[in-house]
């Protein structure tokens, strides 16, 4: 059983219309809807590859129920999720009929109380006993303080759990520091944490801030690893055309299930660039291409060097 | 007991953003959401002048519940909903924070079957025996016939209750044949149904098409009634800023009351006339300053002359 954590659930609601003009009224051609937050991305990754996955984080109100009732809906994925006072927040993707050109609009979310964050940490806590590896999603919602990834990372590992991290800004400096065997950052994310634009320079001094591995994803150019075991670069074989939005989200999943199954290092980067391929060439935002992630497991180039041990 | 029709019901939200660049990411800094639809925003002005209403239409999935939990907060509004198998549309509108620009975004709405449209008619017909007067508000959700006003219509006048029908295009067009005894188009509706363009000469024609009274709302220029009893032109003092939304159902909130009332055409106007300025005046989007309203019951003009009879 893996974990995933994800504070700043969403519900993920997607619009086609003719073209979005400002001050103007469109009729929406067609509506979609999903749970969303990045953890609970990579519970559906995790869950399609064949591994139990429970979700935790927190949700609340009407469109919180609409979360869970997708969730329920997903063969694997056991839902943990805390209750909250407030609505959980939706995503609004606009998307331009023609060219695919797509305008976003973010609710904050509610405000996590104090007494809501602490049932959450128990739970949390509680919940580690059963896993073998947890996952710590996305950005923190408001009245969760901003080192709250940091204590969970302790407390994961206190309790011997591997744990990966994938957030940004404050929370990731802090994060950091409490020493998460895994971090996931994107080229931006990496360069906000060392101050380094220099991806190689960059992972090694993320680890030196105390993250276990670093696995930068460099968007069409793959993956850079650093880790104890040694450093390496994996590549798609061609850049591939489609919409990004969840190739990170596969990245960790297919790190995690790696990590889960004792992987080596080579063959988890495989994994997770093939899946994040797979992610791209799928015609919906967030989904993997069964096909492109088999065909591309034997086209993705691993290179580098193993450490003197 | 007056009821109100919302066959179209839906959730409104509002989202206050910076300014709505397409093709870009947007916090947005506020929501609220409300119930929505026509007859729905009807039944909440009639219940804050202090009538009972009972609101019927349809509901269905999570964005229904919350218009009927939000509904079941107002005073005075009785829920007779019929379940849907879908969910309940939602309406968004994009706020511009400095400028008050309003870009909107309206959900088409999920597909009444047949169904579920014969267990709305049977239920409207139970509902009409214990009223006064019922409004049908707003457009046909995607399944119900063209005709539908038409049936409802001819329902209530052969149960005897005075039935005002405010919707445009083809459902008006139909459901003014079937002798609706007050319509209330805006200067474009009725233009639409009448082919003329001179505001006079169309009240009377849809008159002869077979309403009543007409009862045709040209904005920040007032009311204009042709009924059996004569003909009026009811004008606000000075034409108000602010936000129109809402303001043509605080009119037909108006009518509505007034005929309950057994108020007299002038008077009726005169009510309709200040609630709608002081639907404009207020700050949030179809609600209605209780200051302006009494203050303008007084200042409203109403001119025009009584049909020799």
Redesign the interface.
């Known amino acids: 059983m893996i974990l995933t954590v994800t504070l700043n659930t969403a519900l993920d609601i997607t619009?086609l219309?003719r073209s979005?003009?400002?001050?103007?009224?469109?009729?929406?051609?067609e509506?979609t809807e999903r749970p969303g937050g990045k953890g609970v991305n990579v519970a559906r990754v995790l869950a399609a590859l064949g591994h139990e996955v429970t979700v935790t984080g927190f949700t609340g109100g009407?469109?919180g129920?609409?979360v869970r009732?997708g969730l329920a809906t997903v063969p694997g994925v056991v839902d943990a999720f805390v209750p909250l006072s407030g609505a959980t927040r939706r995503t609004?993707a606009?998307v331009?009929d023609r060219t695919g050109?797509?305008?976003?609009?973010?609710?904050?979310g509610p405000t996590v109380t104090p007494q809501e964050w602490s049932a959450f940490q128990e739970a949390y806590e509680d919940l580690l006993s059963g896993v073998s590896a947890v996952a710590l999603c996305g950005s923190l919602p408001p009245g969760v303080p901003v080192g709250a990834y940091a204590g969970l990372v302790r407390t994961a590992r206190s309790a011997g759990i591997p744990v990966l991290l994938d957030t940004s800004g404050e929370p990731l400096r802090r994060g950091v520091a409490a020493r998460p065997d895994i971090i996931k950052p994107n080229a931006d994310e990496l360069a906000e944490l060392t101050g380094s634009h220099e991806p190689l320079r960059a992972t090694q001094d993320a680890r030196r801030r105390g993250a276990g591995a670093v696995v930068a994803s460099l968007g069409p150019e793959g993956l850079l690893a650093a880790t104890r075991a040694g450093r390496w670069r994996a590549t798609p074989p061609t850049p591939l055309r489609g919409n990004p939005t969840g190739a990170g989200d596969s990245v960790v999943a297919g790190l995690l299930s790696g990590l889960a199954e004792h992987l080596s290092w080579p063959d988890r980067l495989t994994r997770a660039t093939a899946l994040a391929a797979a992610t791209v060439a799928a015609p919906v935002a967030g989904e993997f291409d069964r096909g492109v992630y088999e065909q591309m497991l034997g086209r993705v180039t691993v290179s580098g060097e193993v450490s003197a041990a």
């Open positions: 619009y219309v979005l003009r400002p001050h103007a009224s469109h009729r929406v051609s509506v009407a469109t129920r609409v009732e609004i606009v331009d050109d797509t305008t976003q609009l973010n609710e904050p």
